[in-house]
């Protein structure tokens, strides 16, 4: 089953590629339009809340604190974002996970604010991010309870709900899947989704149902993206499969809906540096939502030039917003590659194996035409490559380490 999805995965990436990075041909850009205009066709059945046109990028509090999450937190991890100038470059989302609320709701049904970590209420906290330029994340579930079992979810509570979230001026919901009622995941999500439309703020909507039915083939119509997959732990194991899962489905992202392998371990200390690159890197290649999952008021030099790298992070935030997706793999050494928008390419040479290797691709296998010069630069070191045949690309990788390189067509006069 697996290898029928990648097979076709591959083969649809193929297409993609050769329609809309084949920047070398004759054609050029014209192959774009066809892509949106076969986007155009099925956009009737997507979201239109107008946002997360790019994937969305911010800080969420599980992966580091879980439960642990109180308002000065919250707080000093929105002016670390500032401080640290990872705010400027796109992390602007400041996501509250599980266990922001009281047990029960109030005598009207309301969802309250946990009195104990929360005092000054969950509007005052937007409030404060907004003062700062960022927007304010919460989280509910489509069940009775939360997974941590700590507050009440919002299943037959979606417009009240909604509304709760719009009063305090909240900028986007993770929804998330535990204790519901045994009803489709397309029925409850759909609830919230129409809740969310109509309380007058846009509200970008995070489906997190773990990719149990497929959810990249209904999630688009009613979130902004959807996770592919069980939690994300701060291990290679977790991270190299979570990336092959998530791959299957990378036809069906788009501006607007993304498909989401769940939020960075990057800085959480279990992995190492280059493992933590190769994981920012193949996120941002699959237009991953990229949500820090560390304590950025603690993270040091090295986590932060990771998820600092703009070169990076603009593959990410790409306007052609196609997922790159896996072209080959063989004994750990892979390829991934997508198109960006202006004729160029992203390609990722991934060393998944336990030692150091050499990993080659030739442009004619990402779609490009052999023999005309592309320009290439190296988005880790910095530095534009230089190259002697021009077919393709050979690099040493280190074990678990990978190589970024964005193609471009050479400059004309
Ligand atoms: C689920 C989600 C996680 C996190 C926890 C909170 O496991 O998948 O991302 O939100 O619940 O309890």
Known sequence: MKTHYAATATSTLLILLLNAVDFLSTVGLA???????????????????????????????????QCNVDEGMVKSTADALVSTGLAALGYRYVNIDDCWGELERDKKGNLRAKA?????????????????????????????????????????????????????????LKYDNCYHDGSKPHIRYAKMSSALLKVGRPILYSICEW???????????????????????????????????????????????????????????AMTLEEYRSHFSIWALMKAPLLIGCDVRAAGTSTLRILGNKEVIKVNQDPLGVQGRKIRSNAGLEIWAGPLAGKRAVVVLWNRSKSEASISVRWKEIGLSPNTPVIVRDLWAHKFVSMGKQYGITARVAPHACKMYILSPPKTK
């Not at 774009?32 to 066709?41: A, E, M, T, V």
């Not at 902004?224 to 990378?250: F, K, V, Y």
């Open 31 to 65: 192959n774009y339009s066809s892509i949106n205009g076969d986007h155009k066709k099925y956009t009737q059945f997507l979201l239109a809340n107008g946002v997360a046109r790019t994937p969305p990028m911010g800080w969420n509090s599980w992966n580091h604190f």
């Open 211 to 269: 990719g149990q039915e497929d959810p990249a083939k209904w999630a688009g119509r009613y979130g902004n993206a959807w996770r592919t997959t069980g939690d994300i732990n701060d291990t290679w194991g977790s991270i190299t499969s979570i990336a092959d899962q998530n791959n299957i489905w990378g036809r069906y992202a788009g501006p607007g809906r993304w498909n989401d392998p769940d939020m960075l371990e990057v800085g959480n200390g």
């Open 116 to 172: 104990s970590t929360f005092p000054s209420g969950i509007k005052a906290l937007a409030d404060y991010v907004h003062a700062k330029g960022l927007k304010l994340g919460i989280y509910s579930d489509a069940g009775f309870r939360t997974c941590s079992k700590k507050m009440p979810g919002s299943l037959d509570y979606e417009e009240q709900d909604a509304r709760t979230f719009a009063e305090w001026g909240v900028d986007y």
